[in-house]
């Protein structure tokens, strides 16, 4: 299985925004972010003129670095999105939101997706019952995500329990932090998922 390998950091410095890729560690004083925005690289610092092509790919590569999509399958997830009755830009960010890792990651089960898509890895988790342990996999409405049974003492759940009550969970979600258990209410309308991506510059960035 293909993932990025690389420090995090630098992909919040080049992209010029925080995309929380490293849980706590980003809302503290130690967020590589915080100390230095600047892009990576020694002429980091320098101004240029940025045209259309350039804001369409940077675009891209913030909500492809977001989620933790490598580019052959960010393409997948357009193609299949444009093909998808509907707007094709909210469809491509509905179906990362309902990535595996993703919901269990809004949900409050792990820090930071990268935490949830080692999580589901493990198999930690079951769906409607049956053990799970692919990271994309689409989820619908009325899908139930809990933590396995066998696995609810382990210390990484422990700590879920206090980290549910502090995160925001997303109307579209259902949690029960006692019973590290939650559902898939609905498919996210685009004013419930994050509204500083502007996905109308990814299908600009792929149409051309």
């Known amino acids: ?58 675009e891209k590569q913030k909500i492809r670095r977001l989620y933790s999509v490598l580019e052959r399958q960010f393409r997948g997830y357009f193609d299949e999105a444009s093909s998808t009755p509907g707007v094709t830009g909210e469809n491509l960010l509905r179906m990362l939101e309902l990535r595996m890792d993703n919901v269990v990651y809004r949900m409050g089960f792990a820090a930071s997706r990268a935490e949830a898509r080692q999580m589901v890895g493990h198999a930690h988790f079951t769906v409607n019952g049956r053990v799970s342990s692919i990271p994309s996999m689409q989820l619908r409405p009325g899908d139930q995500v809990e933590v396995r049974e066998s696995h609810r003492t382990r210390e990484p759940f422990k700590e879920a329990i206090d980290l549910i009550v502090t995160r925001q969970i997303p109307e579209w979600l259902s949690v029960d932090a006692k019973k590290l258990a939650g559902s898939v209410v609905s498919a996210p309308r685009r004013d419930q998922m994050p509204m500083e991506l502007n996905e109308q510059l990814v299908v600009e960035y792929y149409s051309r």
Do not use: N, W
């Not at 809302?27 to 369409?56: M, N, T």
């Open 1 to 58: 299985m293909a993932r990025y390998t690389d420090p995090v950091c630098r992909l919040c410095r080049r992209e010029g925004v925080k995309l929380f890729l490293k849980g706590t560690r980003c809302y503290s004083k130690k967020c590589a972010f915080e100390r230095r925005a600047a892009p990576p690289g020694q002429h980091g610092i320098r101004r240029r003129k940025v045209g259309d092509y350039g804001l369409q790919l940077r």
